[in-house]
């Protein structure tokens, strides 16, 4: 069982950050099993997709760091400034975005800030709609983190919070199975998803964005004992999903698990949201928003997205990171 390793100071280490030459990349993510409950140690089943973020570093008059945020079709929508040593915000076009990267900046030791954000511009471009809810924050930390060889995981508690799978997700290059245990090094196992299931897996848009920071903080206010019996039914069927990759079972797999997840929340089952749907289907991540998966024939499927104009629907062995 994998789990991560970083080197907390180039300065000390001998290690330079990414050169500027060419960008770095993270991948987004699909959480496919677990949801909240991976707060409170449940396994997860999660996929790297072929969308992500670029980073790209270029030098910047004066002495401060320009962060910039772009569309997928390269329009800049988030700009500010940023003192280099402090990582207090200087200027920003949008003051919230700005006070959380304040919060990651604040997390990177002070030497590595002067070091290696003074008078640079890092520039973040999504290849996928910001709405879709794919990971714009997780791939950012990790993106940041990769340049300053720093532990994602730590920059993700200090700012946006979270599990950290989608932290995972960001460099992995196959599916995982991962589990919270600590937050620091969680346990992360690659592992293949057989080609017959992946032909029958398929991935649509609601059409709305669901904000997972207020889905968690309700999640989280649930009796304790309530949420670690949930976690525990949900890593069972998580194991089982990883270990037998069948239609079938899944099938069976994710019904279950959304009859737990009904029950824990107190919210509608979503197998009742499309009493027409060709198959079982269940939420990604946040439940009321985003993306949902569902099992079965890929024509079928197809023709029921474009029944409820949900777009995009993939087949999942086209959303897939791919090497």
């Not at 592992?191 to 989280?220: D, T």
């Not at 949900?234 to 037998?244: K, N």
């Not at 197809?302 to 993939?314: E, I, M, S, Y």
Request: charged content about 15%.
């Amino acid at each position: 069982m994998a789990t991560g390793s970083y080197t907390l100071n180039p300065l000390n280490s001998g290690i330079q950050p990414h050169s500027m030459a060419s960008p770095l990349r993270a991948n987004a993510k699909f959480l496919l099993s677990g949801e909240y409950l991976v707060l409170d140690g449940a396994w997860a089943l999660a996929i790297p997709l072929k969308f992500g973020q670029t980073l790209h570093i270029d030098s910047y008059p004066g002495d401060f760091c320009l962060i910039e945020s772009r569309e997928a079709t390269l329009q800049p929508w988030f700009q500010a400034t940023f003192h280099p040593g402090t990582g207090l915000v200087m200027e920003s076009t949008n003051e919230d975005v700005a006070l959380q990267l304040e919060r990651l900046l604040q997390a990177i030791p002070a030497p590595v800030k002067r070091e290696f954000l003074k008078a640079k511009k890092l520039i973040f471009t999504v290849d996928f709609q910001r709405n879709w809810g794919l990971g714009s924050s997780s791939t950012l930390v990790s993106l940041l983190s990769q340049y300053l060889h720093q532990n994602p995981y730590t920059l993700l508690q200090a700012s946006f919070k979270g599990s950290g799978y989608d932290i995972a997700c960001a460099t992995a290059r196959q599916p995982i199975l991962y589990r919270l245990n600590p937050p620091e090094a969680p346990s992360v196992q690659p592992f293949e998803l057989k080609a017959e299931l992946l032909q029958h897996l398929h991935f649509f848009y609601l059409g709305k964005k669901a904000l997972s920071s207020g889905a968690v903080l309700q999640y989280s206010q649930l009796p304790l004992l309530q949420r670690q019996q949930a976690a525990a039914e949900i890593s069972e069927l998580t194991l089982r999903m990883h270990a037998q990759q069948t239609v079938e079972e899944w099938s069976r797999c994710i019904s279950k698990h959304n009859s737990i997840l009904s029950a824990l929340l107190q919210q509608p089952n979503p197998a009742n949201l499309f009493p027409d749907a060709p198959g079982p289907l269940k939420p990604m991540g946040a439940w009321g928003g985003d993306f949902m998966m569902g099992i079965g024939d890929r024509q079928e499927w197809q023709h029921f997205a474009a029944q409820h104009q949900l777009q995009p629907c993939w087949q999942a062995s086209e959303a897939i990171f791919q090497d």
